[in-house]
């Protein structure tokens, strides 16, 4: 397989080096997540010649009998050299029972820099804080980037359809060496089977496989469409399926908290408050809608904007939904104290359809940046001050 170094992953790995928290990489099952703590590893043996690093990797049958607290801590206190600067890096770490235990004492012994990796449903955000009693920082890992995706391929801009290629093949590594597409949808399948059918309905010990099934096909069909557990369950319910709302939301909170799913929320900007009655999912990876549903129900836009919802988390974007008076704005991303307000289309080639997607933006009366990311294949330009930027080229800045 062709290796591409994560740069953005790499360069976060490297400022928070001796940091005193414990890192904690989480993401989707075969997003990457163990090639980048080798490349992390590498670099530290590669620049600093005083570093001691105690690498395990529970998924090796080499560390079997470590997988019980005790054992790991008798383990890394037997190779903790005092001379040296410790580095305790742990991949899978889930399959340790009671590993926080071991992780929790040697945090507090200050003498380890701690990184840890684990299965999307073994170490979700919503349980860091009761896993860990010290401190820790989250370094979420998503699937390849669109821009990731060209380099691995040597595509540039000016490849045809490299945009909708994307679309199809995702962005899972693991499914790029095998030559017949009919063989890369096998595997992004077996990611799937993987993380709904081993991580999920084990941890939360789901019964009703088929409504799984059911809600997950619904919300890849409807990714950037507003929804709400009602709705869904009446769907559901007129297609034959016995459910209610608390299942439904109970369901697609696993499913988020998992990493198949992001939920945003809606904001009324105007009103300045989150609004409760529907919300937009987006898919973490669009290779999995293509492997199970095929081309059915594609709409390019919706596709498109669920690539950019996914793009501007990956760059430490903070998302909602914004509402102003009947007016959807696609998305509003803050960072610190920068605040952009983003509408994303397919073809805005027609004068109706320009028209639709500036409107949103022109009535937002404020001085923060506005754009409109398009696939318009030509050079960014101006219009009334709102800034309109090439989808491919946006994503490849």
Sequence with gaps: MKYIERQNYLERLKRLRNTPDIKIITG?????????????MDWI??????????????????YDDLKSYKMLNDYCEKLYNADKSNVLIIDEIQL??????????????????????GSNAFLLSSDLSTLFTGRYIEIPVYPFSFAEYCRYYDYTEKTPNV???????????????????????????????????????????????????????????????????????????????????????????????????????????????YLETSDKYYLSDLGFRYALLGSRN??????????????????KYDLYVGKLYQKEINFVAI????????????????????????????????AYPKILIANTGHKDFDIEGIKVIDLTHWLLS
Aim: aromatic share 10%; net charge positive; glycine share 4%.
């Design 28 to 40: 989707l099952r075969r997003a990457g997540k163990s090639e980048l703590i080798k490349a992390y």
């Design 45 to 62: 043996i590669a620049n600093e010649s005083n570093a001691n690093i105690i690498y395990i990797d529970f998924a090796d049958l080499k």
């Design 96 to 117: 340790c029972n009671k590993f926080e235990l071991t992780i929790n004492r040697l945090y507090n012994s200050h003498r380890f820099d701690i990184y840890i990796t």
């Design 163 to 273: 945009l909708d290629s994307y679309v199809s093949d995702g962005g899972f590594v693991g499914s790029y060496v095998y030559r017949e597409k009919e063989d890369q949808l096998a595997y992004i399948k077996d990611v799937y089977n993987t993380v709904i059918k081993r991580d999920l309905v084990d941890k939360y010990s789901i019964k009703e496989l088929s409504l799984l099934d059911s809600l997950t096909d619904y919300l890849m069909d409807n990714i950037s469409n507003l929804t709400s557990t009602n709705k869904i369950t009446s769907i559901l319910k007129n297609n034959g399926t016995d459910t209610n709302h608390i299942t439904i939301g109970n369901y697609i909170k696993y499913l988020c908290s998992g990493f198949m799913f992001y939920k945003i929320k809606r904001y009324d900007i105007k009103g300045k408050k």
């Design 298 to 315: 594609m709409d390019y836009g919706r596709a498109y904007e669920n690539i950019v919802a996914i793009e501007l988390l990956r760059r």
């Design 335 to 366: 960072k610190q104290n920068e605040k952009i307000c983003i509408q994303v289309s397919d073809n805005i080639s027609s004068e109706e359809t320009l028209h639709r997607e500036l409107a949103p933006l022109k009535a937002i009366r404020d």
